[in-house]
């Protein structure tokens, strides 16, 4: 066999090449970008599909935020007036044995002084007490007063008992006990008295 000899320059012989390969490359390539550029606009349709959504979401729940910054407000302004108002009962806590005092001492007056008062007990208990459909818990104070004293006979011990209840400053006025003692050679009775509030 003889050899042929190629009379074409090589220049021509690469863009020959280049173009048979061009043509055999490009619709492969073609393919592939028409299919990329389909993802890729899928996937910007979607992405403003959700975008859309979460704007309409984001509409929605804006209330749902405004009612949620108002509810915080709400339970800051609780919290405040639960404060005042552990204050206010502290307060109220002092003045009540002070004031229930008054109101004893004007019922043991009332007797034209055939009663004397000899031990006065003030005892007072508080107790938390929580509401049933709320998350707060209420203190509650109850305040005990037991009285023990002399008088000149059972009317006077009755009357001042009546006085108490009639006061209406105690919830429950109850007379405990009367027993007959002598003192400084009189012949007295001795009481015990229970009032709270």
Not at 49 to 58: D, F, P, R, T, Y
Not at 69 to 88: C, F, I, N, Q, W
Request: with cysteine; proline share 3%; glycine share 4%.
């Amino acid at each position: 066999m003889t050899p042929r000899m190629n009379l074409v320059p090589k220049a021509f012989q690469r863009k020959l090449l280049v173009r048979k390969r061009i043509r055999q490359w490009f619709p492969p390539c073609a393919v592939a970008l028409a299919m990329s550029l389909a993802a890729v606009g899928e996937i910007g349709y979607r992405l403003r599909a959700l975008s859309v959504e979460a704007a309409g979401l984001n509409e929605q729940l804006q209330p749902m935020n405004e009612m949620s910054r108002k509810s915080d407000e709400v339970a800051a302004r609780l919290k405040s007036l639960v404060g005042h108002e552990s204050v206010l009962h502290e307060i109220v806590g002092v003045q009540r044995p002070i004031s229930l005092l008054a109101v004893i001492s004007q019922s043991a007056g009332q007797s034209n002084s055939r009663l004397q008062i000899r031990k006065l007990t003030v005892q007072q208990t508080s107790a938390e007490a929580s509401a049933a459909s709320k998350r707060t818990t209420v203190s509650m104070t109850s305040t005990e007063i037991t009285i023990h004293g002399v008088a000149l006979d059972d009317a006077d011990v009755a009357a001042f008992v009546q006085s108490l209840k009639s006061s209406q400053a105690f919830a429950t006025v109850e007379l405990k006990s009367t027993t007959s003692t002598v003192v400084a050679d009189v012949a007295v009775r001795q009481y015990d008295v229970c009032c709270r509030r």
